[in-house]
């Protein structure tokens, strides 16, 4: 009887899943699945196995054909090495598979000494608390079992599978009659939501200031479809941070993205809304303010979750909660009130003026003679990039939040970033990731040197697989971040935070040259209108591009907080960012919260 190898058939099953792409460090306890996978799919080699992870979740984020990349790394350091990228993956709710290695099933100390195997270490313990599903293959399991072991990742809501297989059982021969015929258990059933759809448009008909918050839980194929009827509608659209290019922000009832480091022009609207419906979004703390009880203070919130935890947490106070998938509602409420007359017009109205009258750079913020402003050169990029490149803005940082709350998107274009764990040396590899998942987009990275610094190592990665990866990196020696919260709560007593308080940084032209990677410095002058740096945008490959700001470049507006006699902290609500509007301008902006 023919027999296959154990590992060449669970390749072999991932590649009827429509995994295309692995991204890996190489390691003896995963020799046989490396050999397995290296003739059926794209194998991608990282320098460090976290990097594998990022690149995976950023990969099966922004791709728009259904392809999807898993992650492989060796037993042990690779093991306790991905563990940031499970960690993150599982608090934006993403797909990620990651498939480890493992001691031989006769080495495994299964918690009677610390270690027998060489490398063993505990994985599926290590795993489990953000993983869906961690589970130690220490025998052959059959397709159904391992489809939907898989398949957990994308089930309800997303997120990590971890998988560590013992290399004795990849090496092993499995019959063929074992695994012919067999096919995936679960089913998801179908949910009828006619009532709530009543209730919604009711509420929706009854409302005068009604706002739509996108979340990352609406795929963004699905938000895009929607785009056209949601502009008929003129219900105004505000989109999440992880829901950021479901919606372009040229369009005119786009009010932006609300949040305690957002447009203040969006925190002022969203704050005054009668009806907010949250759409796919769990609404957190940094979404709405850390003074959650005074998030949206005069209107009804209704949020659409899959995870009816999210819906249960009390935080904020919430007038309905549907749990229901984002992208089979949201398009039949949508639907529904398609035809209606909505007498919403004054609402419009207050809205243009205050986007008019608020402008996303706020003039408190203003950079040295030699450095580029950060808000100025974030704006100069929104209107260099085209509809159909894809922008990571990593995950952390000054760079991040300016990024966030200044960048101007376009229809079509695809950013993701991964706020919740807020991981520095995030937007390298998720910029990997995402390019090799779109090779025909142009990828373009702002990543502050201080996080860039945390796994430079993958520009390696960058140069041999000749990426079309433009990297912009925020030069401002070090961590803007941890600088402005030193100098705010601990009057400038600095530490590790830059080159004089220890944190080395190197010559990021020298370190590029150094991988054979083309790089210039920006000057304030003629910013990105220069020509080389046309040049280097419009020619295929990767590019680096160092923007020069101020380590004093203030990152404004923004919630403040203060420190009580007790040590607890206390912030503002949305609408009363630092610094204050002018009090004039503020009895206008805000005329319905002062009402």
Excluded at 50 to 76: C, D, M, R, S, W
Excluded at 107 to 115: A, D, I, P
Excluded at 530 to 535: C, D, F, L, V, W
Aim: charged share 20%.
């Amino acid at each position: 009887m023919n027999k296959t190898k154990y590992s060449d058939q669970l390749i072999d099953w991932l590649a009827e899943l429509n995994y295309t792409h692995c991204f890996f460090v190489g390691g003896g306890n995963v020799m046989h699945l490396l050999e397995s996978a290296r003739t059926r799919l794209i194998c991608i080699p990282v320098v460090h196995e976290v990097a594998a992870g990022i690149a995976a979740e950023y990969f099966n984020a922004t791709n728009l054909k259904g392809q999807k990349a898993f992650a492989l790394v060796t037993a042990g350091p690779g093991v306790t090495n991905i563990v940031t990228a499970l960690g993150a993956a599982w608090l934006e709710s993403r797909e990620l598979l990651v498939i480890a290695g493992q001691a031989k099933t006769t080495n495994l100390s299964r918690g009677t000494v610390r270690q027998i195997g060489h490398q063993e270490i505990d994985g599926k313990s290590l795993a489990a608390p953000f993983s869906k599903e961690s589970f130690l293959l220490d025998k052959q399991i059959n397709k159904n079992e391992f489809v939907d072991l898989v398949n957990e990742s994308g089930i309800d809501r997303k997120g990590p599978v971890f998988i560590e297989i013992c290399i004795d059982i990849s090496a092993s021969p499995i019959e063929q009659a074992k695994i012919e015929n067999l096919t995936p258990i679960k089913k998801i059933v179908a949910k009828n939501y006619e009532l709530e759809l009543m209730q919604i448009k009711d509420l929706i008909l009854k409302s005068r200031r009604p706002i739509f918050l996108l979340g990352g839980g609406l795929d963004r194929l699905v938000a895009w479809d929607l785009t056209e009827k949601l502009k008929r509608i003129g219900i105004p659209v505000a989109c999440t941070w992880n829901g950021i290019d479901r919606f372009s922000f040229e369009e005119e009832i786009s009010i932006g993205r609300p949040n305690t480091y957002g447009m203040r022009s969006a925190n002022i609207l969203i704050q005054q809304s009668d009806l907010v419906l949250a759409i796919g979004t769990r609404l957190g703390l940094q979404q709405t303010g850390f003074a959650w009880e005074e998030f949206v203070p005069k209107g009804k919130i209704i949020q659409i979750d899959i995870d009816k935890a999210e819906l249960e947490k009390g935080h904020p106070k919430i007038f309905m909660g549907v749990q229901a998938d984002a992208n089979v509602i949201f398009p039949e409420i949508v639907t529904s009130i398609l035809q209606e007359a909505l007498e919403i017009q004054d609402w419009r109205e207050h809205i243009k003026y205050v986007k008019e009258q608020i402008k996303l750079k706020d003039p408190a913020n203003v950079a040295g003679e030699n450095f580029i402003e950060a808000y100025d050169f974030v704006q100069a990029l929104s209107a260099e990039l085209n509809d159909d490149d894809v922008v990571i803005p990593c995950s952390s940082g000054g760079a991040y939040t300016t990024m966030m709350s200044a960048f101007v998107n376009k229809p079509n274009q695809i950013m993701v970033t991964n706020k919740g764990l807020a991981s520095m040396g995030y937007g390298l590899s998720g910029a990997i990731g995402a390019a090799i998942s779109n090779p025909s987009r142009r990828c373009v990275l702002v990543e502050g040197d201080g996080g860039f610094a945390q796994n430079l190592q993958e520009l390696g990665t960058v140069k041999v697989q000749d990426l079309n990866l433009k990297i912009f990196i925020f030069s401002n020696d070090g961590y803007a971040s941890i600088r402005t919260m030193q100098k705010a709560y601990f009057n400038g007593n600095y530490i590790g935070c830059d080159n004089s308080t220890g944190v080395g940084l190197p010559d990021w032209e020298i370190v590029f040259a150094a991988y054979g990677i083309p790089v210039t410095t920006l000057n304030r002058t003629e910013m990105l209108n220069q020509p080389k740096i046309t040049e280097l945008m419009n020619t295929k490959g990767p590019a680096g591009f160092i923007v020069p700001i101020d380590p004093e470049q203030t990152y404004l507006p923004k919630i403040t907080s203060k420190l009580n006699p007790d040590g607890s902290m206390s912030s503002n609500p949305l609408h009363l960012m630092h610094p204050p509007l002018e009090k004039k301008i503020q009895e206008v902006v805000l005329k319905y919260i002062a009402d």
